[in-house]
């Protein structure tokens, strides 16, 4: 998992640098185009912000890494996986009970976890199992949840990061403002509004994507846990006393039938 992690981020921490990075032309001399984007969105002559724009760069790559690493961690075929519902399914059919619970209790797949939790309940009753559904849905999503609610904490602290390195670039500036008794060079009051706006621009660089990952992913383990609940309730019905009751029903309902049909006396055929 670490090494996917790192496989992903790297190569977007090295595409960020590219442009400090830049080959030399044919003459041997950078384009002065590139050197000027390249101080204007990626340097900073003052140290700490420098730090702040490369500490935001940093996050923003690894944000987007983590991101994805965690897409590819929760999909269905993970959460609910087709195999482990055909499995309890066949083994609950041919009423192999003690299988379908060893099965279960090895899955680690949100529905395994699931299955097993209502199956370790069934000597209590069916209500003893649907609550046990209940408690370990709660248990498990949370347990889901948790890792990307990094990824909430990284959207919110990176513009605040942002305006850190705001509010800083704007009291260098009104400091050479004041050193020069109101009369300052403007390419020294640059300094200083460059550093402000460029910080904010990682830190929203940093907090959208974040943000915008968070809410996709979230709501794709809230739709994924829900149909598992369901999924894991379908699975137990067979343990519902009504289930039973009904099968029973329609099977004495069957019996009474063809005997009758065997008692009722055949016509004779006519000369």
């Known amino acids: 998992m670490m090494r996917r992690f790192f496989t992903i981020t790297l190569p977007l921490l090295m595409l960020t640098m590219a442009p400090l990075a830049m080959a030399q ?23 700490i912000g420098l730090l702040i724009i490369w500490l935001l760069l940093l996050l923003s790559a690894l944000s987007i890494g983590y991101a994805f690493n965690l897409t590819m961690r929760y999909r269905r075929s993970t959460i609910l996986p087709d195999e482990t519902k055909t499995q309890l399914e066949s083994l609950l059919a041919e009423k192999k009970y003690r299988e379908a619970i ?13 299955c097993a939790a209502a199956l370790n309940e069934a000597a209590n009753g069916f209500s003893a199992m649907e609550r046990a559904i209940e408690e370990s849905g709660d248990a498990e999503t949370s347990r889901i949840l948790r890792p990307i609610e990094y990824l909430n ?4 602290i990176a513009p605040m990061m942002g305006l850190f390195g705001t509010v800083y670039g704007m009291i260098l500036a009104f400091q050479q403002l004041v ?3 109101g ?18 621009f990682w830190g929203l660089i940093v907090a959208i994507p974040a943000l915008a990952s968070y809410a996709l992913v979230r709501n794709k383990i809230d739709a994924l846990t829900s149909e598992g609940l369901l999924m894991a309730e379908e699975l137990i019905t067979p343990f519902k006393p009504g289930a039973k009751r009904a099968s029973g029903s329609s099977s004495s309902s069957s019996a009474a039938a063809s005997s009758s049909s065997a008692s009722r006396p055949q016509p004779q055929p006519q000369a």
Request: charged share 20%; no cysteine; glycine share 6%.
């Open 179 to 181: 050193a020069s008794s």
């Open 102 to 114: 060893d099965f279960a209790n090895a899955d680690d797949s949100y529905l395994g976890k699931l």
């Open 153 to 156: 904490v990284l959207g919110n």
């Open 25 to 47: 032309d044919d003459a041997g001399t950078k384009t002065v185009e590139t050197q000027s984007y390249a101080r204007m969105f990626l340097w900073s002559d003052d140290v």
């Open 183 to 200: 009369q300052p060079n403007p390419a020294d009051l640059a300094a200083g509004i460059s550093t402000a706006l460029v910080t904010t």
